[in-house]
């Protein structure tokens, strides 16, 4: 069993910033790519960053110079830190992690249960 446990969120204020953690516990083998999400009141999810095992990271067009996506895979963890937050920036922010549990077996995706995180003066 694998579990995702997001932390780090909370009410900041216009131009603050936070720095989300993405743990995973359980059996893991290879934690692979980790993606964040986000989801503001009334809307669909949104993707938001990926982290890739082996280096390479992608960001949303309105995340990127802001936010920065960063691992440590002797933790199984990945941040997210959130610099300039703008009030649309505000949501239910998600990790999702790519992980295999065993050598030669599946990549499976498991979600995390989420950190709120509101921008507002």
């Known amino acids: 069993q694998v579990q995702l446990v997001e932390s780090g969120g909370g009410l900041v204020q216009p131009g603050g910033s936070l720095r989300l953690s993405c743990v995973a516990s359980?059996?893991?083998?290879?934690?692979?790519?980790v993606h964040w999400y986000r989801q503001a009141p009334g809307k669909q999810r949104e993707w938001v960053a990926v982290s890739i095992n082996g280096g390479s990271t992608n960001y949303e067009d309105s995340v990127k110079g802001r936010f920065t996506i960063s691992r440590d895979n002797a933790k199984n963890t990945v941040y997210l830190q959130m610099n300039s937050l703008k009030p649309e920036d505000t949501g239910v922010y998600y990790c999702k992690a790519v992980i295999r549990s065993f050598p030669g077996g599946p990549l499976i995706d498991y979600w995390g249960q989420g950190t709120q995180v509101t921008v507002s003066s």
């Open positions: 359980g059996t893991i083998f290879n934690f692979n790519t």
